[in-house]
């Protein structure tokens, strides 16, 4: 039974900093590449980072420079280290397989972290 577990999300002033984990179960991780994905207030969830198994990372220009995914494969997790945060990072964020992992027909998402960016 695949499972994802989101955590370290919080309040944060502009410019601040925060490193959101992921705990992976279940057989994906160890042979996906894995993904964050943000969610913001009426908009579409959007990949905005990508490592693949080997540490190969992609980013959204949005963050480009400022995040950074790595991952862990023998503790089956993935971090994202957020820094520079602006407001409009502000976010639920998501860890999942790219592309997500289905269960039937439908993608299975975590409970996700609230990130929050505001003065």
């Known amino acids: 039974q695949v499972q994802l577990v989101e955590s370290g999300g919080g309040l944060v002033q502009p410019g601040g900093s925060l490193r959101l984990s992921c705990a992976a179960s279940?057989?994906?991780?160890?042979?996906?590449?894995m993904g964050w994905y943000r969610q913001a207030p009426g908009k579409e969830r959007e990949l905005v980072a990508r490592?693949?198994?080997?540490?190969?990372?992609n980013y959204g220009d949005s963050v480009k420079g400022r995040f950074t995914i790595s991952r862990h494969n023998a503790r089956n997790t993935v971090y994202l280290q957020m820094n520079s945060l602006k407001p409009e990072d502000t976010a639920v964020y998501y860890c999942?397989?790219?592309?997500?992992?289905?269960?039937?027909?439908?993608?299975?998402w975590g409970q996700g972290t609230q990130v929050t960016v505001s003065s």
């Open positions: 490592i693949t198994v080997g540490g190969s990372t």
């Open positions: 279940g057989s994906i991780f160890s042979i996906s590449a």
């Open positions: 999942n397989k790219d592309p997500p992992y289905y269960r039937g027909n439908f993608a299975y």
